[in-house]
């Protein structure tokens, strides 16, 4: 017997809940938002971190050519301008880098990718993998993680200053500007998933999907975790 589908409140309520496994609650971040972190620890998470940044637009742009809705694409471009810049936006991963220079990178070091650990890479390259190959709705469900990304922001933005006075303070606007463009692109990325996702196994799918961002996020912290050490 086919298995009912969730109405789309029910299905909401079981894509949230999955923000039990997001990263926010893995111990290098905690280590990072609890002011625990040496500053060794902090530029080595900036820098890896780096590369999945500068990944964003790129998984963006692959979902974008998989699409066949122009509707959509008019929307899911502005991620692309909001991560590369466009006028006088310089943009995310320019204030990535002004991030890492406040903590003390150079770079041009941080541009080579020399720091960037191979669990880093390999977990980033599938999530880029994922959306070439994806039909596109499967590629926007998988940026559901920014259901929970709010959150982690504003912890950043609340906890940093006090146990890391050393990082200058113009170097956290990246986190500023994330608070709100992430709900923004979330809010039409979970109406797109809802809307699409309709069935039972669709639903489910659509939770497979999420569960592997989710993986992706963690494995970068397991790999971080262990080049980088987990202060007791």
């Keep these: 017997m086919t298995a009912v589908a969730w109405t789309p409140a029910e299905f909401e309520e079981r894509l949230r809940e ?5 990263h926010i609650h893995h111990p ?5 938002n609890t002011g625990k972190a040496s500053a060794e620890q902090i530029r080595g998470w900036v820098a890896n971190r ?9 998984k963006d742009a692959a979902i974008l050519a998989n699409c066949d809705e122009r509707a959509v694409r008019r929307n899911w471009v502005q991620r692309i301008l909001d991560h590369d810049g ?3 936006d310089a943009g995310g991963i320019e204030a990535w880098l002004r991030l890492a220079a ?3 990178l150079e770079r041009a070091r941080v541009e080579s990718l020399a720091d960037v650990l191979p669990g880093v890479r390999f977990a980033v390259d599938a999530y880029v993998n994922f959306a070439r190959r994806a039909p596109w709705p499967e590629g926007v469900c998988a940026s559901l993680t920014e259901l929970f990304a709010p959150e982690i922001h504003r912890q950043r933005l609340a906890s940093w200053p006090e146990h890391y006075p050393w990082i200058d303070p113009a170097g956290l606007s990246y986190f500023q ?11 039409f990325a979970l ?7 309709t069935t039972r196994a669709a639903q489910e799918r659509a939770l497979s999907i999420l569960q592997f961002k989710l993986d992706v996020l963690w494995q970068m912290n397991d790999a971080m975790a262990q080049k980088l050490g987990v202060r007791a």
Aim: proline share 2%; charged share 25%.
């Design 18 to 22: 999955r923000g039990r496994a997001y």
């Design 28 to 32: 290098f971040n905690v280590m990072l």
């Design 50 to 58: 780096f590369y999945y940044q500068i990944n964003i637009p790129v």
């Design 86 to 88: 466009h006028g006088e």
């Design 102 to 104: 406040a903590v003390g």
């Design 177 to 187: 500007s994330r608070m709100s463009r992430a709900r923004r692109d979330v809010e």
């Design 191 to 197: 109406a797109v998933t809802l809307e699409r996702f």
